[in-house]
């Protein structure tokens, strides 16, 4: 089993800046791969950004592409969403997920963090 505990959601101007952190426990942190997800109201979830265990293979969505930043600190158990120059349309729930296979698709993760809620204003 893997606990996950997402933080740093909250409200932003368009163009600003937010770090999101997710922290994990239980199963060893690096042996999973970890991503990021969010959904917007009215809308399904859809992939952000993972990265692979060692945290130097990464992916993106077009849509965050060249604006956000996964990163993964092994030795705290901890990944991290950088999002730059953000947009309202980037409004939503971003989770964090963590799972064996990884990936761009819900099916690569097995365990999932409660959320954290980004608002961004125009």
């Known amino acids: 089993q893997v606990q996950l505990v997402e933080s740093g959601g909250g409200l932003v101007q368009a163009g600003g800046s937010l770090r999101l952190s997710c922290v994990a426990s239980?199963?060893?942190?690096?042996?999973?791969?970890m991503g990021w997800f969010r959904q917007a109201p009215g809308k399904e979830r859809e992939f952000v950004a993972a990265?692979?265990?060692?945290?130097?293979?990464?992916y993106y969505a077009n849509s965050v592409k060249d604006r956000f930043t996964i990163s993964r600190d092994n030795g705290k158990d901890t990944v991290y969403l950088h999002m730059n120059s953000l947009k309202p349309e980037d409004t939503a729930v971003y989770y964090c997920?963590?799972?064996?296979?990884?990936?761009?698709?819900?099916?690569?993760?097995?365990?999932w963090g409660q959320g954290t809620q980004v608002t961004v204003s125009s």
């Open positions: 997920a963590a799972g064996s296979t990884g990936g761009s698709t819900d099916y690569g993760y097995a365990y």
């Open positions: 990265a692979r265990r060692s945290g130097r293979i990464t």
């Open positions: 239980g199963r060893t942190f690096s042996s999973n791969a």
